[in-house]
């Protein structure tokens, strides 16, 4: 569904890069935006950077965190397993009404998954889908390459040669949507080897930087915002 602004453009969320802020504060602001919309409230796109946190989904199961050490663990309302936030990550917030868009969850789950295939294709970053497991992987031999995954992926080890770059949790309170997705740009990785990443064990996280592309957060920050401003046009 698509309306236009008084000029005949379409109407883009409000974009806010809001840099670094904590994790359970900018949880409340979520909750606290969406529990006052009303259906002419604009859509936002919140743009943030936590520090180090492992969050846990409603369904997130304890022992898929295996050390947590020093970072904390917060319990959340968002959808799927624990996973990690902390500096040099992108963590992009969308605050859309999907009723007023005129989509469901899955086709904004694909929309999200695909704003962030086209930022990495926007630094020359292959990004694939693997079924049945949101998010967005690379092929770590070939980063860069256009070959698609092809056939079903092997049961016994679904992320064989992958690595994730980008995890998804969401959350949807009458037709609303909060949380969203993490994109890694060049962080400390090793706390995604103390957890299962999103309930899968021995699932390797993967950045940008580690692949080979200069780029800063805000940078990418800025495509991701782009890119997924485009995707919740109406």
């Known amino acids: 569904m698509t ?3 008084p000029d005949g453009s379409p109407v883009l969320p409000v974009l806010r890069d809001l840099g670094r802020a904590p994790y359970e504060p900018s949880v409340d602001a ?3 935006f969406t529990a006052g919309r009303t ?4 859509d936002e796109i919140w743009l943030v950077e936590h520090a180090p946190v492992f969050t846990q989904g409603l369904a997130g199961k304890a022992e898929h965190v295996l050390d947590a050490g020093e970072v904390p663990i ?9 996973t990690y936030h902390g500096p040099g990550q992108v963590v992009a917030y969308p605050l859309v009404d999907l009723r007023r ?4 969850v899955k086709e904004y789950v694909f929309r999200l998954e695909e704003a962030v295939l086209r930022t990495l294709a926007d630094f020359d970053v292959t990004g694939h889908r693997v079924p049945g497991a949101p998010g967005i992987y690379v092929k770590l031999a070939d980063p860069f390459g256009h070959a698609a995954l ?11 040669g992958l690595g994730k770059i980008a ?8 037709h609303c949507t909060y949380h969203g997705v993490a994109l890694n740009v060049a962080m400390d990785l090793q706390p995604f080897d103390r957890i299962n990443p999103c309930g899968y ?7 940008l930087a580690t692949l080979g592309v200069v780029a800063d957060r805000a940078t990418v920050a800025d495509a991701l915002g782009r890119r997924l401003r485009a995707q919740f046009a109406r």
Not at 201 to 207: F, S, V, W
């Open 3 to 5: 309306s236009t602004a």
């Open 30 to 32: 979520m909750k606290a």
């Open 39 to 42: 259906a002419d409230t604009p």
């Open 74 to 82: 917060v319990q959340t309302n968002r959808g799927g397993q624990v």
């Open 101 to 104: 868009l005129g989509i469901y």
């Open 150 to 160: 092809g056939g079903d992926r092997p049961a016994h080890d679904p992320f064989r």
């Open 167 to 174: 995890a998804l949790g969401v959350k949807v309170s009458n």
């Open 201 to 207: 064990a021995g699932l390797k996280t993967i950045d």
